[in-house]
């Protein structure tokens, strides 16, 4: 009797552990799971419990901008600006031949010079020329035909019905300077004219890393130009590959440089420096000394941004009252950005612009060529 009480406890206490056993095994088979899908979900279904809900994502704000358009340069304007075809003037180290028909005497480089390696008359750092009877001749800023016909009005004096003829044959003050976001900035020299690209080629490649294409431009003749270097060198845009005259400057600034300007109802109306490439509508007027707590709604809902790259202007009117009460997303600034705050609801586009026409003359230099030439220039 006492053994079948002692089998009849194995049996229990096998029937136990076993139940154990698979008990361990569930639940290290739920363990392994949730390793694998970092969850426990299976294994709480399982049990009865229920699933954990994921939380629900959070719904993106709407946009601060309560209108938008898009303005651009006249085509005559950009016909005017962006010479298509460059004519050649000559400069300080060019060297040019002149031949004048049936008078050997009067040709440079005359008949049997050549080997001794004469190949023209010289413009020397003043730009003259010295020529056999005529002497000195200033001939810096003409073409070859104008230069041609200058000279067939000297020689008239001498010789009658003189036939002049003018080649260059060598060019030495064509020179750009690249400055900026070069591998090899500086003063650059070429032997014939050479568009955007081409020039650019000559200063290694630019470090786009750290460049503000925004902010690029070209100065020609004492004025920027409206090239879009964005859609140049990214998009390759080939109509933005101008000819260039010798002296043009490209500069590619970096973004250490990057400002926007912020006027109006402001303590500390100016430039306001990016930081590490960002700056937000909020942060400008931080830092341009506006307390935004105690401004009307008139102040912030009506907040006007020009921005601005080679010949596009785009033009924006943002309420950054319900960003600042959190009902808006950020506007987020870029480089070259002019805001005008001001100090009671404007009419209309005219308006702000007759307002900020004082700051914009103030820092005309600096302005990125749509706006300087849009507003500045006609």
């Known amino acids: 009797m006492a053994l079948a009480s002692t089998a009849s406890f194995n049996t229990q206490i096998k029937a136990s552990l076993s139940k154990v056993l698979r008990g361990l095994h569930w639940w290290r088979s739920c ?27 959070q719904q993106a704000l709407p946009s601060a901008v309560l209108s938008q358009h898009e303005d651009h340069l006249s085509p005559a304007t950009m016909d005017r600006l962006l010479h298509r075809s460059i004519t050649y003037h000559l400069g300080a180290g ?3 031949s002149i031949a004048v028909y049936l008078h050997p005497d009067l040709s440079v480089p005359q008949p049997g010079m050549a080997s001794s390696g004469l190949i023209g008359a010289l413009v020397s750092n003043d730009g003259n020329i010295q020529l056999p009877l005529l002497g000195v001749v200033h001939v810096a800023g003409m073409t070859t035909k104008q230069l041609q016909a200058h000279l067939t009005t000297l020689y008239a004096r001498y010789v009658i019905d003189p036939k002049v003829s003018v080649q260059l044959q060598v060019t030495h003050s064509i020179r750009y300077y690249l400055l900026g976001e070069f591998i090899k900035p500086g003063l650059v020299y070429s032997d014939r004219p050479l568009n955007v690209l081409e020039a650019m080629a000559l200063g290694g490649s630019v470090n786009l890393a750290d460049a503000d294409l925004r902010g690029a431009y070209v100065v020609q003749d004492g004025r920027k130009l409206p090239v879009n270097f964005h859609k140049l060198i990214l998009a390759g845009d080939l109509q933005q590959n101008i000819p260039l005259k010798t002296g043009d400057t490209v500069l590619i600034p970096s973004i250490t440089t990057m400002r926007a300007y912020v006027f109006g109802a402001v303590n500390k109306a100016g430039p306001i420096p990016f930081v590490n490439g960002h700056l937000s509508l909020l942060q400008a007027l931080s830092d341009a000394g506006m307390n935004t707590t105690n401004l009307t709604t008139a102040q912030l809902s009506d907040i006007r941004v020009i921005r601005s790259e080679g010949a596009t202007g785009q033009f924006y009117v943002v309420d950054a009252r ?18 005008f705050v001001p100090q009671t609801m404007v009419s209309s586009w005219n308006q702000a612009i007759q307002l900020l026409l004082p700051s914009l003359q103030a820092i005309g230099a600096i302005l990125n060529p749509f706006v300087s030439i849009k507003f500045l220039q006609q």
Do not use: H, N
């Open 31 to 57: 363990l392994w799971l949730g390793l694998m899908s970092s969850t426990l979900t299976g294994c709480a279904i399982m049990t009865g419990s229920p699933a954990p809900t994921s939380p629900q994502q």
């Open 94 to 96: 060019d060297v040019v």
């Open 322 to 339: 319900r960003i600042l009460e959190g009902k808006a997303a950020p506007f987020y600034l870029k480089s070259g950005d002019i805001v």
